[in-house]
């Protein structure tokens, strides 16, 4: 399993806000702690308190610069930072461990010269003892503090500076250690003690080396764009969970600070329409954000052959991928292979030699996929591109509507003829209209009224080529007796 743990980004100006008031809290607290430890240090000359009070310098610092990087990362995505502005804050942790390792270095230097080359000589005072108590209560509260609030808004400076505090906590037990040691060298004269002080040292160091590379790893796997792992195999298994989604996915995530970014292509069948891929694409953003809530999704869905697609299927994917259209497909078996038959619409004013060269490039397409593939016949059907209407024609369309509702009108049986549509075919007008009928009539005599109508309006109408009738229930009458 990943270190990297992803929370869901925090909205809203009050979040932001408390991060910002915690870590100005936590920097006021660092610089009592600073002060206090070095002046009780330097009185006592104890390497213990005075490696606290150089761990506490570094670490008012890094309160510093998280300060500064909570501030920034919670602006916006702009013009030059199409991400976020959430790397901030994985510079700022990686700032704070390059510091503690610096500290550590000075530490265990000091150290090394106390316990070899130059001793030294260490006071053991109540008032050194109640400032390492006090530092161990103030970073008690402040690591929690921060825990917290690091939590609720998925900050990882925050993260980094409480467990920055949290080390301060096992380093100020080391160090009281070393001091009671030392008390004790002095009280009860055991001079081998008094190296307890510059052991306690080393083992503050050995803590911040520890914990420290952790934060730093961390950091540093996020600048580079470290995957998180167990989050991702969760994501993959999320996307493979919707049911239009083929596998393999690929797959790519991405953290800038606390926002997890992710892109995916996603396979979906190749004869979908664009509205259900969309509707696909959805469910599996919809899927993702159950794992990472706050997460920024793309989609890319990839189109893929299904194995159980036909070949008929397959004829009118890749005739749609050459910009045509098909119809009259026919698909025959002869000599133990399928065979073709089709007809293809390609645009009118299209030379012959273009559409020979479309008819190719789909006979090429269908034997790549289908190597037994028969013998492909294709008939080229024109499809003429529709003509404005002249304004005489609209006059006549307008007119034949005005005689379809005289003509209906003059049968029995028909009460009312209204949305009456009128297109101009390629001999005629085709007439589509709407008739109310007594609602008691049967289908039969319904389908009879309407035949009288269309044969009624083509013999008194120039004109008029065809005529379909769409029957509604209207106010009930006594039902007509036809012969």
């Given at each position: ?44 000359g ?21 300060l ?107 160090v ?41 790893r961390?950091?540093i ?43 995916a ?28 809530p ?9 189109p ?52 020979h ?31 404005p ?22 049968i ?6 209204t ?46 080529e ?18």
């Amino acid at each position: 399993m990943s270190d990297t743990v992803i929370r869901p980004l925090a909205a809203g100006e009050a979040l932001a806000r408390q991060k910002v008031r915690v870590a100005r809290v936590s920097a006021l607290a660092a610089t009592g702690m600073v002060i206090a430890k070095a002046a009780v240090g330097w009185q006592t000359g104890s390497l213990g308190i005075l490696s606290e009070a150089a761990h506490s310098t570094m670490d008012l610092i890094a309160t510093l610069i998280t300060l500064f990087a909570v501030r920034v990362a919670d602006r916006p995505a702009d013009s030059h930072h199409h991400y976020g502005h959430g790397k901030v804050e994985n510079l700022s942790a990686l700032a704070e461990t390059a510091l503690l390792l610096l500290t550590c270095v000075w530490i265990i230097y000091e150290a090394l010269e106390r316990l070899f080359w130059k001793p030294a000589a260490v006071e053991a005072t109540w008032i050194a003892f109640a400032v390492i108590v006090g530092s161990i209560l103030v970073d008690l509260w402040r690591s929690r503090a921060l825990a917290r609030t690091a939590a609720a808004t998925g900050s990882q400076a925050l993260e980094a500076d409480a467990l920055h505090f949290r080390t301060e906590i096992y380093s100020s037990s080391a160090v009281l250690a070393g001091l009671g040691a030392v008390w004790v060298s002095q009280r009860w004269h055991i001079p081998w003690l008094v190296k307890a002080d510059a052991l306690s040292g080393i083992l503050v160091a050995a803590i911040v080396l520890v914990i420290g590379s952790r934060l730093g790893r961390r950091a540093i796997d996020a600048l580079l764009d470290h995957a998180p792992l167990e989050l991702v195999e969760r994501i993959r298994a999320a996307i493979a969970s919707v049911p239009e989604v083929d596998e393999p996915v690929a797959l790519r995530t991405r953290l800038s600070g606390n926002r997890l970014f992710v892109d995916a292509a996603v396979s979906v069948a190749r004869g979908t329409s664009f509205e259900t891929a969309h509707q696909v694409v959805s469910r599996v953003e919809a899927r993702i954000r159950e794992i990472a809530p706050e997460s920024s999704v793309v989609i890319h869905a990839d189109p893929f052959r299904r194995s159980d697609e036909s070949l008929g299927e397959a004829i009118r994917v890749i005739v749609s991928r050459h910009a045509a259209g098909a119809h009259d497909i026919f698909i025959y078996e002869r000599d133990g292979k399928p065979c073709v038959d089709l007809h293809l619409e390609v645009p009118g004013d299209l030379s012959l030699v273009d559409a020979h060269a479309i008819t190719e490039r789909i006979e090429a397409d269908l034997r790549g996929e289908f190597p037994r593939l028969g013998p492909v016949h294709t008939h080229v059907d024109p499809v003429k591109p529709p003509r404005p209407i002249d304004a005489p024609l609209v006059e006549e369309m307008e007119a034949v509507r005005r005689r379809i509702r005289l003509v209906a009108a003059g049968i029995a049986g028909i009460q009312d003829c209204t949305s009456i549509s009128v297109r101009h075919g390629r001999q005629g007008f085709w007439v589509v209209c709407q008739c109310a009928m007594d609602a008691r009539l049967s289908i039969r005599e319904a389908h009879e009224l309407g035949l009288e109508l269309a044969a009624r309006a083509r013999r008194e109408i120039s004109g008029v080529e065809q005529v379909t009738v769409h029957a509604e229930p209207g106010a009930r009458q006594t039902p007509l007796r036809l012969p």
